[in-house]
T-cell receptor, first 113, second 115 residues
């Protein structure tokens, strides 16, 4: 079956670093995405990993280990505006299309002063 | 470019009513999809389309129909609304199905309440 797990909620302090983990079991793998979703808004793209290793983009980094079915999103120098839900999604052979994404339930991050 | 647009933003229906949620994109994307998002459930795929004239079912297709007569438009029809269809609906599109880091772009969502 298809399964993507991530913590439901996390809390961190402004200026700190937080790591959001994601583990997955899917039929086929063609990339892993992280999205940010503020309350009441649409998800927006943050990062993409298809090969093992770390991808860095400003304050945000994402890591992938395909052999372990594991990824994490690292947020540095946290700001209040980073309070949002973070969605892990895997693109695989779900539903017979390699374009479909399977989403985790999201991690709600609260950044406190 | 307007990106992905959805109408209406909010809708209240009575049980048994039918309606169509509109979705349009102006990016010439081949792939379009509909998701519903419920508290504690994450985004779940309802239907998707890999091009004009081609549609297929996702994880939760029951009670919904779609069609894709043009590249730009991908409407979602609720045949007979039920309270279980109360949700936030997102339409998304992307240029390529499985190529590289081509991400899906999401519309602003439609919030539907079925009484």
């Amino acid at each position: 079956g298809q399964n993507i797990d991530q913590p439901t909620e996390m809390t961190a302090t402004e200026g700190a670093i937080v790591q959001i983990n994601c583990t997955y079991q899917t039929s086929g793998f063609n990339g892993l995405f992280w999205y940010q979703q503020h309350a009441g808004e649409a998800p927006t793209f943050l990062s993409y990993n298809v090969l093992d290793g770390l991808e860095e983009k400003g304050r945000f980094s994402s890591f992938l280990s395909r052999s372990k079915g594991y990824s994490y999103l690292l947020l540095k120098e946290l700001q209040m505006k980073d309070s949002a839900s973070y969605l892990c999604a895997v693109r695989g052979n779900y539903g017979g299309s390699q374009g479909n994404l399977i989403f985790g339930k999201g991690t709600k991050l609260s950044v406190k002063p | 470019n307007a990106g992905v647009t959805q109408t209406p933003k909010f809708q209240v229906l009575k049980t048994g009513q039918s309606m169509t949620l509109q979705c349009a994109q102006d990016m010439n994307h081949e792939y379009m999809s509909w998701y519903r998002q419920d508290p504690g459930m994450g985004l779940r795929l309802i239907h998707y389309s890999v091009g004009a004239g081609i549609t297929d079912q996702g994880e939760v297709p029951n009670g919904y129909n779609v069609s894709r007569s043009t590249t730009e438009d991908f409407p979602l029809r609720l045949l007979s609304a039920a309270p279980s269809q109360t949700s936030v609906y997102f339409c998304a599109s992307s240029y390529d199905l499985a190529g590289g880091q081509e991400t899906q772009y999401f519309g602003p969502g439609t919030r539907l309440l079925v009484l």
